[in-house]
């Protein structure tokens, strides 16, 4: 199947597939929920137990844009949830976040990780992604400038990941 760009179609549903891109940072262009919501107090609601919270579309440097993903863990939609309908992304701003199943504190069995959330997402400032991925992108930033146009405004890293 090719969407109507006519790119492949790159879908990643298991975390093996996720795996292709563990540590880079992607950018998160649309978010949708999938029978889910999290109520005012934080308590999520479910449609059921075996459709998955939410599918996201973004870009990658590995794949590009156009990117779907589907969100299976909890923790992880709770915190998209957060940036994209509690907090309400701004013009300025973009969500980008880390799907990575190597940073946790502690030295986790291969039989545990595939429970454990793995999305650190971030809103930063219109542009960040593009200074993260590509160290030629607005050269005439540098050092701490550099890193102030990129860093995350608001962030939702899991509490077992550095």
């Known amino acids: 199947m090719t969407p109507r760009h006519g790119g492949p179609v790159i879908v990643l ?18 978010f949708g929920t999938l029978g889910f919501f999290v109520d005012v107090d934080g308590k999520l609601h479910a ?25 299976t863990h909890k923790e992880d939609f709770k915190h998209l949830w957060a940036a994209f309908k509690d907090r309400k992304v701004k ?4 969500v980008i976040f880390i799907w990575t199943r190597e940073y946790y504190k502690y030295k986790l069995t291969k039989f545990l990780r595939p ?29 701490e400038a550099r890193w102030n146009a990129m860093k995350p405004i608001l962030q939702w890293k899991p509490e077992v990941m550095q």
């Open 115 to 143: 429970f454990m959330p793995k999305l650190w997402v971030m809103v930063c400032p219109k542009g960040a992604y593009e200074l993260m991925i590509d160290s030629n992108y607005k050269p005439e930033l540098s050092g």
């Open 13 to 30: 549903w298991e975390d093996s597939e996720w795996g292709r891109i563990d540590g880079e940072p992607c950018r998160v262009t649309d």
């Open 47 to 71: 449609m059921d137990k075996t459709t998955p919270y939410a599918v996201v579309t973004m870009e990658c440097k590995k794949f590009g844009k156009n990117v779907t993903g589907y969100i």
């Open 91 to 94: 013009e300025n701003e973009e």
